[in-house]
């Protein structure tokens, strides 16, 4: 073969003597793409002319690296394995591909040249490295806003807005033969990726706007958009095959974005994603019940203003659930009635239990579940009902004959025998209907 592994070829001293020169490649940089090889002499004779490789030479290849072989303009072999290689003339070419795979051997096939020089060198034979590592750190950014449809199918919801994106990419040469031949033939010494990414930059963001319609009209909103940036690697990549790998033998491996889209239009779309819910049934009438509870804790005491308000949001509400149950098919959802409270009306209030709990308006206490007393305090004129000498809504003196208390346990009597303590204090009895006197 052309090229034959300088460590299973070596016998002893005699491959070492025909060892004319040695090329090789230090380390490439990020910003490097390809390299011509440099060259050292070992040993033996040489005669020093430039771009000429003595058979027997040995040429190495590092790891993230691929090297080839042009004669007189023409690719006569490539290697991406990593070792050492001895140059043979008198044989056909042969193949190393490492891990670029099966699409650099299609094109080394349509390239490739049999070469047989009959001891004799060739006029023009040169080795170049190419940089076959991911090219990392390529910033991007759109000059002008792209189009993004959002397009929910389910709502028929749709909606034309603009971004603007920046952002890095990375890529890699998977192919050499095809670069060299495309890209960096005419080159001499070196080519760096600053002569083509600037290129890549306007092709990739002209390839995001196919990319992000399809995004737009799978339903993704704007503020998903990041979480979809594998989705829009591969769509942008497919985008870009004609381009990069076709014509370049380049790949993009991966890409961020950081979108941007009007506050107005984001202000809108967030309104319609949030009024979409409510075509859940169930996240409906669960809205509607929070807006109602919500509306309950209200204050309805401070004064006629907050009240009327609050019957007229009530009466609404109601109103609301009652459409809401005819569109989705069910019962309407029951709202709280609420009626106004008016103004030459006294409230109705109820009695005060032993637990301390006020305001019972049942046979039972709502807090502790005891039965309502015969007769819990005496009532007002104006309805309130009070333990004291006088009427806590409106000052009127108690009446004569209201219900007198005495500890039926010990005898102890209260000082104001009309309003006792809820727990008589030398025996620890409780005042009920069965302490009146």
């Known amino acids: 073969m052309g090229l034959i592994s300088a460590l299973t070829s070596s016998v002893g001293s005699t491959m070492k003597d025909q060892w004319k020169e040695y090329f090789y490649c230090d380390s490439l940089s990020n910003d490097v793409l390809m390299v011509k090889g440099q060259k050292k002499v070992n040993s033996g004779k040489n005669n020093g002319t430039d771009n000429i490789i003595s058979n027997g030479s040995v040429i190495a290849v590092n790891e993230g690296q691929c090297m080839i072989i042009v004669d007189q303009g023409g690719i006569v072999d490539v290697c991406a394995d990593p070792g050492e290689f001895v140059y043979d003339n008198s044989t056909e070419p042969s193949l190393f591909t490492g891990n670029l795979g099966t699409g650099i051997k299609e094109t080394f096939k349509t390239m490739a040249k049999r070469f047989t020089f009959g001891g004799n060198t060739a006029k023009d034979q040169r080795v170049y490295y190419f940089n076959t590592k991911e090219i990392l750190n390529n910033m991007y950014g759109t000059a002008t806003p792209i189009p993004f449809h959002l397009v929910d199918k389910n709502s028929g919801f749709s909606f034309e807005t603009t971004m603007r994106a920046n952002g890095m990419f990375t890529f890699r040469i998977v192919d050499p ?209 009070n333990q004291g000498k006088f009427c806590q809504e409106c000052g009127a003196k108690k009446p004569a004959g209201a219900p007198m208390y005495k500890c039926d346990k010990c005898g102890w009597e209260p000082e104001d025998p009309a309003n006792p303590p809820k727990f008589c204090p030398e025996c620890g009895d409780i005042f009920d209907s069965n302490d009146i006197v």
């Open 177 to 385: 033969l095809v670069f060299y031949k495309n890209v960096c033939a005419n080159v001499t010494d070196r080519y760096t990726k600053q002569e083509l990414v600037m290129a890549m930059k306007n092709e990739l963001i002209q390839a995001m706007h196919p990319a992000i319609a399809q995004i737009g009209e799978s339903g993704v909103l704007p503020s998903q958009l990041i979480g979809h940036t594998k989705e829009l690697t591969e769509l942008a990549k497919k985008e870009l095959a004609a381009q990069w790998y076709e014509a370049r033998g380049i790949e993009m491996i991966n890409m961020s974005i950081s979108p941007s889209f009007p506050e107005k239009d984001l202000e809108r779309i967030n309104k319609w994603a949030d009024t979409a819910v409510l075509q859940n049934d169930q996240m409906a009438m669960a809205r509607q019940r929070e807006a109602m509870a919500n509306m309950m804790e209200k204050p309805a005491g401070n004064g006629g203003g907050d009240a009327a308000a609050t019957m007229m949001n009530m009466m609404a509400m109601n109103m609301m659930g009652g459409m809401m149950g005819g569109m989705m098919g069910g019962q309407p959802a029951q709202a709280p009635q609420m009626q106004a409270p008016s103004q030459a009306q006294a409230p109705v209030l109820g009695w005060t239990c032993t637990c301390g709990k006020t305001d019972n308006r049942g046979k039972f206490c709502a807090e502790c579940g005891s039965p309502k007393p015969v007769e819990a305090g005496w009532t007002c004129s104006c309805g309130h009902v």
